[in-house]
């Protein structure tokens, strides 16, 4: 082979590997190999945590631990009347026409922040479903429906005396005062005796001038409802001073009350709570006003001595 054939075939080979390094070159400007190109994974949907019902609720019930938990919900359909635990920020309710929106920014920072203030209200009050217990449902919820302010009253909420009371029983409210409630010792939920206490006629003229008193029974082991407004007494609290106090008493038991209310003065006995369990209401019928004693006079040995017979 000619020395000028060889010089030519040298050249096409170096500039064919040359081209070919110019080539992977433009390909891969950083020098790294190109990566094989693979499907993206879908992208998941942010959830936030809504209190729903644990099981069936009925009107009138109230709600215990039992009764709730949290369920994971997508944020895009959480409507702004559910209760969220608050870890994950969700769309705000619309504003009324004619007002401005309020400026919502969902950072990461706030998100943050309300996981820190979540945890923290967590660790001293049991987290925002403790909030709830107490409260007494008004229309039913079905398991796995979202709680909403409209099926259920919460304790301070209007209409929770309503809601809170037994079906077929009613709410009477009687003054009280620190002597007539043992002390103020008496708190939302105890069970109490009634007695009524009674000014009576002397029935003779050896009674003149002096008063007489007869005190009984009208009604036992009822509950307490409120003394005052207070519904419940603080974690803390072991003694309620009011001027009121509100009971839970049948329909017929009512006029027992409101007749003792007339006739005299009321004062609460309050019951052990190991003393509950037996039957309540009317004991007896309250002493009117105008009931007179009869007085007779026995003579025993020679000596009088007057007997009241009521």
């Known amino acids: 082979m000619k020395p000028a054939r060889i010089a030519v075939i040298c050249i096409a080979a170096v500039s064919a590997i040359g081209l070919a390094f110019v080539v ?3 390909g891969s400007p950083s020098g790294e190999p190109t990566a094989v190109a693979t499907a993206a994974p879908a992208p998941t949907r942010p959830m936030a945590k809504v209190l729903v019902a644990a099981r069936d609720l009925a009107p009138g019930q109230r709600l215990v631990e039992a009764d709730l938990e949290w369920k994971d919900w997508p944020v895009d ?6 209760i969220t635990d608050g870890s994950v920020p969700v769309p705000a309710a619309a504003a009324p026409e004619g007002e401005a929106a309020p400026a919502t920014t969902d950072t990461t920072a706030e998100s943050a922040v309300a996981r820190v203030t979540r945890a923290a209200n967590d660790l001293t009050t049991g ?4 909030d709830y217990f107490g409260s007494v449902v008004r229309e039913p919820i079905l398991a796995g429906e979202p709680i909403v302010g409209r099926k259920i009253v919460r304790a ?7 809601a809170y009371l037994e079906p077929g029983m009613r709410a009477m409210a009687i003054g009280v005062s620190v002597e007539s409630a043992a002390g103020g010792f008496i708190l939302p939920g105890d069970r109490v005796d009634v007695i009524v206490t009674v000014e009576q006629q002397a029935g003779n003229d050896d ?3 002096r008063a007489k008193f007869a005190s009984r029974i009208v009604m036992q082991n009822v509950k307490v409802l409120a ?4 519904t419940r007494a603080g974690d803390d609290q072991q003694a309620v001073v009011g001027a009121t106090a509100t009971l839970e008493v049948a329909p017929q038991d009512a006029e027992v009350v409101a007749l003792a209310k007339a006739a005299g003065t009321l004062s609460l006995v309050l019951r ?31 000596e009088p001595e007057v007997v009241n017979v009521p």
């Open 24 to 26: 992977r070159a433009m």
């Open 156 to 162: 301070g909420d209007s209409g929770y005396m309503a």
């Open 272 to 302: 052990s709570y190991a003393d509950t369990s037996g039957p309540s209401g009317r004991v007896s019928m309250p002493p009117r006003a105008s009931e007179r004693s009869t007085a007779i006079r026995v003579f025993r040995g020679g």
């Open 127 to 130: 987290g925002a479903k403790a």
């Open 77 to 82: 359909e959480v409507n702004p009347a559910f």
């Open 207 to 209: 009674d003149a001038g």
């Open 227 to 230: 003394i005052d407004q207070s």
